[in-house]
């Protein structure tokens, strides 16, 4: 529906050419180039200026967050890509450890999930804006990061999105569990009313295409920048492949999110086709 582009300069991550390792999982400062004491209102400033002086655009940071690591993760580790593509990703698990459908976090998984919220409760005492808005996938890796990461930094309560969700099919790790499980589990979550209680686009034979995550990235985007218009700061926890749906409606390359990473933010705009190009820079 519209169009989104980001933005260079605020990050370390906006830099084509930067070495996603030499950056890290959880950068300091999520990868702000401001290392100033007042960054971040001085990032604050800037949002409020470009949204006050721009006709039929709109500046928002998107953190992107992906999951830490689950079963299904050390199961890949544990297999290496080809068997686990060909062989262990359609299992449920082996002798050690189930991984489908839809896995829990390792330690290694909470671990990560619990260096970001350090991160989070560090950057607060620079006073980074809490996130206006939270969405999160409806997979459980996903839900149990989202509660960590912001456990004692922000009481909102996220939304969960099927739209935000990995990509699916084929691999058991990507079928979700019902909605009723989601509600009983997670109660401290807001569950869209478009999340039907059996998962319904999960197939054994067929995996959705990376055309398609895109579209259902830009979709959610559609629907922050359509609904969530006094929200400025926006926080979504998602998957690798959903993340690079993201930057992809960007106009970005992949970037190598590893588990537990959070160094996929974005300063995002937009603009209604035909009109003015939207932008938006990434974190």
């Not at 999105?161 to 099919?169: F, Q, V």
Request: glycine share 8%.
């Amino acid at each position: 529906m519209f169009s989104y582009q980001a933005v260079p300069g605020y990050f370390a991550q906006d830099d084509l050419g930067v070495n996603p390792v030499a950056i890290g999982p959880v950068p300091a400062r999520f990868g702000l180039l401001d290392a100033s004491e007042a960054r971040w209102i001085n990032l604050i400033a800037k949002l409020r200026e470009l949204n006050a002086n721009t006709d039929n655009v709109s500046y928002k940071l998107i953190f992107l967050g992906r999951h830490g690591q689950g079963f299904h993760n050390l199961a890949i580790e544990k297999y290496g890509d080809d068997a686990w593509e060909h062989y262990w990703s359609r299992l449920n698990g082996d002798a050690e450890s189930t991984w489908g459908p839809d896995p829990e976090l390792t330690a290694l998984g909470i671990e990560q999930a619990a260096s970001v919220n350090e991160v989070w409760k560090a950057e607060l005492r620079a006073n980074i804006p809490l996130p206006d808005r939270m969405y999160c996938s409806p997979m459980t890796r996903a839900l149990h990061t989202n509660a960590i990461t912001f456990a004692g930094v922000s009481s909102s309560r996220a939304m969960v999105l099927e739209n935000c969700r990995e990509i699916y099919g084929v691999l058991t790790c990507d079928k979700r569990r019902t909605r009723t499980y989601i509600r009983d589990t997670f109660p401290q979550f807001d569950i869209d009313g478009g999340l039907a209680e059996e998962d319904e686009l999960w197939e054994a034979e067929s995996r959705e295409t990376l055309k398609h995550a895109t579209a259902r990235a830009s979709a959610v985007l559609d629907r922050i920048f359509l609904h969530d218009t006094g929200a400025v700061f926006i926080s979504i926890t998602a998957h690798a492949g959903i993340i690079y749906g993201f930057l992809r409606a960007l106009g970005r390359p992949y970037y190598p999110l590893p588990t537990g990473g959070t160094t996929d933010s974005v300063l995002c705009t937009w603009a209604p086709p035909n009109q003015r190009q939207g932008y938006c820079p990434l974190l």
